[in-house]
C-alpha cells in the first residue's frame, strides 16, 4: 500500500531555500493537507513528491522504494512512480464533452470500450454530473467543471491523489458542498489523498493530518484537532481557528507541584498543567475564544469593544485593561459599545507558550481559585 515518506528533503532554488529539510509520513488512505501562508512551499512539496519538481537533498520512498534519493542519484519520472500518480488539472478540453473529458486518460491507458463506458457512468453517478455528459465545458458552471475534472482524475482509480487548492475558485456555498463532496469521495475511492490549501478550515474540516508549514519550515504534523488543542507553537496557534486564539502576555512567578503560578491582566492564577515544560518568566497564555465566556462571575472584568453577531455566535471583542479579548458566544447576543462585562477562562485547554521561543510549554487550565490563597499566604 502506498505509504509515502519524505526525509530530510530540501529545495533551493539558488539561495533560496524554499523547503528546509522536511520529514512527513503519508500514511496510505489518509487524507493529507498541505496548510501554510502563500509562498510556504506547499505547491513545491507536492511537486517534489510526484517528480514534477527535483529536490535539492533528500529521500522520497513510496511504497517503500525510493523514487528520489539525492545520495544514490534515484530520480524517477512522475510515470514511473509506480501508483497513479495523477495531478489534478482543472482546465478541461474544451472542444470535448464531458462524457470525452473522462474517457480521454482512460483511452491513453488503452482500457477496452465497454470498460471505459462503465466506469464513466460510474463517475459520473459518483458526482452527480449524469446530466451533464453531452455538453462542453464551456456550457458548464465553475462548479459542475470543477465536478468534471475531478471525475477525470479519479476515472483510472489513481492510489494516490493530488489536488492543489481545487476549490479556490469557488463562491463559498460550492466551495463547502465540494467539501462534502470530497471527504465523501475518499473513503468512497480508498485512496490516499495529498492536498494543498491555504484555507484552514478546509484543512481542518478535511484531513486526517495536517502538515503545517511557515517559511518552508513545518512547524506541526498531527490530525487536526491535535493542531487546534495542542498547537505547537504561538505560529500555528495563530494560524488555525477563526477568530483567532486569544495571546495574553503572562509572567511566571513560579512553579508548584501541580502547575505554574502566573501573574496576567492584573491577576494571579494557577495553571493547572501537567505537562509544564521549558518556560521563562515571561510567558504568552493562549486562550481560544470559545474558553472566554461573558460570565456574570466572571474574574476578569472588561470592556465591550465591539459585538458582531452571526446568527448561530456571536464574536465579542472586549477590553481587558491593555489587551483586547476576543469571545465567541453561542447565539444571538447584543451588547452596547463599552458596557462592562466579566469573563471567565473555562475548561482545560488553555495553553501557555514561553515568550522567547514561542514554543508550547503545556497545556491545562486557570485557577483562579489560588488568588485567594497566595494572598492568605502574602
Ligand atoms: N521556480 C522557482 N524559482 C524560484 N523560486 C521559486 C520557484 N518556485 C517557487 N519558488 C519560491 O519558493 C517558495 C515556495 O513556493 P510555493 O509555490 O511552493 O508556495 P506555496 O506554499 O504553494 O504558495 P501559494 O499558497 O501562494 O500557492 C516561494 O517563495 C516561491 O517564490
Ligand atoms: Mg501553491
Not at 484531513?207 to 498547537?231: D, F, H, K, W
Request: aromatic content about 8%; proline content about 5%; some cysteine.
Amino acid at each position: 500500500m502506498p505509504q509515502i515518506i519524505l526525509e530530510h528533503i530540501n529545495k533551493r532554488f539558488d539561495k533560496f531555500v524554499a523547503v528546509d529539510d522536511l520529514n512527513l509520513v503519508i500514511e496510505d488512505r489518509g487524507f493529507v493537507t498541505l496548510l501554510g501562508p502563500s509562498g510556504c512551499g506547499k505547491t513545491t512539496t507536492l511537486r517534489m513528491i510526484a517528480g514534477l519538481e527535483t529536490p535539492t537533498s533528500g529521500r522520497i520512498l513510496i511504497d517503500g522504494k525510493p523514487v528520489y534519493d539525492s545520495e544514490k542519484g534515484i530520480n524517477l519520472p512522475p510515470n514511473k512512480r509506480d501508483i497513479g500518480f495523477l495531478f489534478q488539472n482543472y482546465a478541461l478540453w474544451p472542444h470535448m464533452t464531458v462524457y470525452q473529458n473522462i474517457a480521454f486518460g482512460l483511452e491513453m491507458l488503452k482500457w477496452d470500450k465497454n470498460r471505459i463506458k462503465e466506469r464513466v457512468q460510474e463517475m459520473l453517478r459518483l458526482l452527480k454530473i449524469e446530466q451533464f455528459v453531452k455538453r462542453y465545458p464551456a456550457e458548464l458552471s465553475g462548479g459542475q467543471q470543477q465536478r468534471v475534472a475531478i471525475a477525470r482524475t479519479l476515472a483510472p482509480s489513481p492510489r494516490v491523489l493530488f489536488m492543489d487548492e481545487p476549490l479556490s475558485n469557488l463562491d463559498a456555498k460550492l466551495r463547502g458542498e465540494m467539501r462534502t463532496e470530497l471527504k465523501r469521495l475518499h473513503t468512497d475511492t480508498n485512496s490516499t489523498f495529498v492536498y494543498v490549501t491555504h484555507d484552514q478550515l478546509e484543512a481542518m474540516t478535511l484531513s486526517t493530518r495536517v502538515c503545517l508549514m511557515e517559511t518552508g519550515v513545518l512547524q506541526q504534523y498531527a490530525p487536526p484537532l491535535e493542531i487546534y488543542n495542542r498547537p505547537a507553537n504561538t505560529f500555528v496557534a495563530g494560524f488555525v481557528g477563526n477568530p483567532t486564539m486569544n495571546f495574553i502576555p503572562a509572567k511566571v512567578l513560579g512553579r508548584r507541584q501541580n502547575g505554574l503560578k502566573l501573574s496576567f491582566l492584573g491577576h494571579e492564577a494557577l495553571f493547572e498543567t501537567k505537562n509544564a515544560g521549558e518556560v521563562g518568566e515571561d510567558a504568552i497564555l493562549g486562550v481560544r475564544p470559545e474558553f472566554l465566556p461573558i460570565s456574570p462571575d466572571g474574574v476578569l472584568e472588561a470592556a465591550i469593544y465591539s459585538t458582531l453577531p452571526a446568527g448561530m455566535e456571536t464574536t465579542v471583542k472586549a477590553s481587558c485593561g491593555e489587551t483586547m479579548l476576543t469571545s465567541v458566544v453561542f447565539g444571538s447576543v447584543d451588547y452596547e459599545v463599552d458596557s462592562k462585562v466579566r469573563m471567565d477562562i473555562v475548561g482545560s485547554d488553555i495553553m501557555l507558550f514561553d515568550q522567547a521561543t514561542q514554543k508550547a510549554a503545556g497545556s491545562g487550565r486557570i485557577s483562579f481559585g489560588e488568588k485567594v490563597a497566595l494572598e492568605k499566604k502574602g
